[in-house]
């Protein structure tokens, strides 16, 4: 008894707070890493009049920006991945509990339970990339070629003083569309690739790494289109075509690609987009399984009662579990 009540003081928000801050670390790490390779990315994917500023691919375009402009300029627009991401993250989980509370999925028994993880997922997204989709855009203006900015505040202060809060957004529905063919190509693979390698369904961390990476890269690589009209409508106010510059929205973002290049458009920045989502997608998955496989083992092991036990699960699903879960469904597409 003496235990219980111990137990039953403990913050059961601690574990979250500590995961959350976790995954915003992670994330704000990977980001930074692989930045930039996302760099390249969106250069490649912007509708250049520059010959300069036009690449055949990402080791080319590695080796001409690096030799012309140095290799910092790589990472020009990463502060604003940086401060956007920690808010982003604490944003998407605690619209995820705070949904999921409301719904009923935190109780046992509940008839809303099927629904309400699916609903708390997709309000925690829409709410995160509100926040996280005007970091992006002062991002991809400082990351294309000679940008005229050198500091995020000067970036946004400008973009706002000349094109309005709606230039912070024009972008924001195609975001949001991307995800769903992103999370059903990245689940569709994992699996697939998990249950080929892992037949058994053992905790198997190269099965792991290997089906989460190919899941990333695949799911990266059918949504490339949305992220090339992501790209123009985010770059917009950079270019000199007026076309591009007074471009409204996903479906008409989609029409200049398709006019301007043709198929081959579409898949601008294909490469680097793969190689950034692959390592990213490989850890998100391989922390999931982790945490999904401990939960078990502590059960296994402790053989705590289960009513206590219910609970801790409870807690451990709301926070380390679900947090990693949800760490992966929103890495940046």
Not at 110 to 116: D, E, R, V
Not at 131 to 145: A, C, E, G, S, T
Not at 152 to 178: D, H, N, Q, W
Not at 202 to 229: F, N
Request: proline share 5%.
């Amino acid at each position: 008894m003496s235990d219980e009540a111990e137990y039953e003081t403990l913050s059961p928000n601690a574990g979250l707070a500590v995961n959350m801050l976790a995954g915003a670390l992670a994330g704000i790490t990977e980001h930074s890493v692989m930045f930039p390779v996302d760099s390249i990315k969106t250069r490649m994917q912007v509708f250049a009049t520059s010959p300069a500023a036009v690449y055949t691919g990402l080791g080319n375009a590695f080796t001409r920006i690096s030799s012309t402009e140095g290799v910092r300029v790589l990472w020009r627009g990463v502060s604003s991945v940086i401060m956007g991401a920690g808010p982003a993250h604490a944003v998407h989980f605690g619209t995820y509990e705070a949904i999921k509370e409301l719904t009923g999925g935190n109780r046992e028994g509940s008839p809303n339970q099927l629904l309400s993880a699916p609903l708390a997922g997709a309000s925690a997204t829409i709410a995160s990339d509100a926040l996280m989709n005007p970091f992006d855009v002062i991002k991809q203006r400082m990351q294309v070629h000679k940008s005229e900015f050198r500091s995020i505040f000067t970036c946004a202060s400008t973009v706002f003083r000349k094109e309005g809060l709606a230039a912070f957004y024009v972008s924001y529905p195609t975001t949001l569309t991307m995800t769903v063919p992103f999370t059903a190509a990245q689940f569709t693979v994992y699996e697939h690739v998990k249950k080929f390698m892992n037949p058994r369904g053992d905790y198997s961390p190269l099965s792991h790494i290997v089906a989460g990476g190919v899941a990333g890269g695949v799911a990266a690589g059918i949504t490339t289109p949305l992220d090339v009209a992501k790209t123009l409508l985010q770059t917009r106010g950079t270019s000199t075509d007026p076309e591009i510059r007074y471009c409204r929205g996903m479906l008409d973002a989609l029409r200049i690609i398709w006019r301007r290049d043709g198929l081959r458009g579409f898949l601008r920045g294909l490469t680097p987009r793969v190689v950034t989502h692959m390592p990213s997608n490989a850890l998100c998955w391989l922390s999931y399984e982790f945490f999904s496989t401990l939960i078990v083992f502590m059960h296994t092991l402790l053989r705590l009662p289960p009513p206590i036990f219910s609970r801790m699960k409870r807690q451990a699903c709301g926070s380390s579990h679900d947090v990693a879960f949800l760490t992966f469904l929103h890495c940046y597409g």
